[in-house]
């Protein structure tokens, strides 16, 4: 079975540019997480979505940031202007639903650099 | 005070070693415990889940303590393919639930 898919795997782009990150969960999962790593901040929670509607958006840093889910197999998340700041893996992760012990699975994720 | 805390390490060990790290969380009305395992350059991936009774996976135990709120992970007879990042995982409630990560501890196990 496929797992999360995500794309591209890396990206790299100048400051203000508009950068859309895609992602295609688990068939079935009802839940779809974005996340953000860095290495001074660690793996940060942006957005979740469950059956396609966003839950919690309190982790998006700012109005640069949006996601959307159009559908149960498509996610983006978009960044418009990009700043250096921004540069950082970001991962998506599906899961089951939201029962206590419930494994996320992640995607390889996209490494994004801004210039 | 970060909502997860964990020592970044590294702890290295040699093979055969066993070695504890442990994690601290601040909400008490925390749900749900883990550890996710992530390798250099991957995704995270989940190690195991925590319970209140404590749980034990092969080499690996993990114990839960609430009333200190920490969790901690044991690794006997380390591997050189156990060197990577052990990541935290406490699920929480604020609102809406969410899965807050520590930012990690890194293993190398030399030979």
């Known amino acids: 079975d496929a797992g999360v898919i995500q794309s591209p795997r890396h990206e790299v782009t100048e400051m203000g540019q508009e950068v859309t990150l895609r992602c295609k969960p688990i068939?079935?999962?009802?839940?779809l997480f974005w996340y953000r790593q860095t290495m001074m901040r660690g793996l940060e929670l942006l957005i979740y979505?469950?059956?396609?509607?966003?839950?919690?958006d309190s982790g998006m840093p700012e109005d640069r940031f949006s996601a959307k889910m159009p559908n149960a197999s498509f996610s983006t998340l978009k960044i418009q202007p990009s700043e250096p700041r921004d540069s950082a893996v970001y991962f998506c992760?599906?899961?089951?639903?939201?029962?206590?012990?419930?494994?996320?699975?992640f995607g390889p994720g996209t490494r994004l650099t801004v210039l | 005070r970060k909502e997860v805390e964990q020592d970044p390490g590294p702890f290295n060990v040699p093979e055969g070693a066993t070695v504890a790290f442990n994690c601290t969380y601040s909400?008490?009305?925390?749900?749900?415990f883990f550890w996710y395992r992530q390798d250099c350059r991957k995704e995270p991936k989940l190690l195991m889940s925590?319970?209140?009774s404590g749980n034990e996976d092969g080499r690996f135990t993990a114990q839960l303590n609430r009333a200190s709120q920490y969790i901690s992970l044991l690794i006997r007879d380390s591997k050189l393919s156990d060197s990577a990042t052990y990541l935290c995982?406490?699920?929480?409630?604020?609102?809406?639930?969410?899965?807050?990560f520590g930012t990690g501890t890194r293993l190398k196990v030399l030979a």
């Open positions: 995982v406490v699920k929480a409630r604020g609102g809406t639930y969410k899965y807050i």
């Open positions: 979505f469950n059956n396609n509607v966003p839950i919690d």
């Open positions: 925590v319970y209140s």
């Open positions: 068939s079935g999962h009802d839940y």
């Open positions: 992760a599906s899961s089951l639903d939201h029962r206590s012990y419930n494994e996320q699975f």
């Open positions: 909400n008490s009305a925390s749900q749900s």
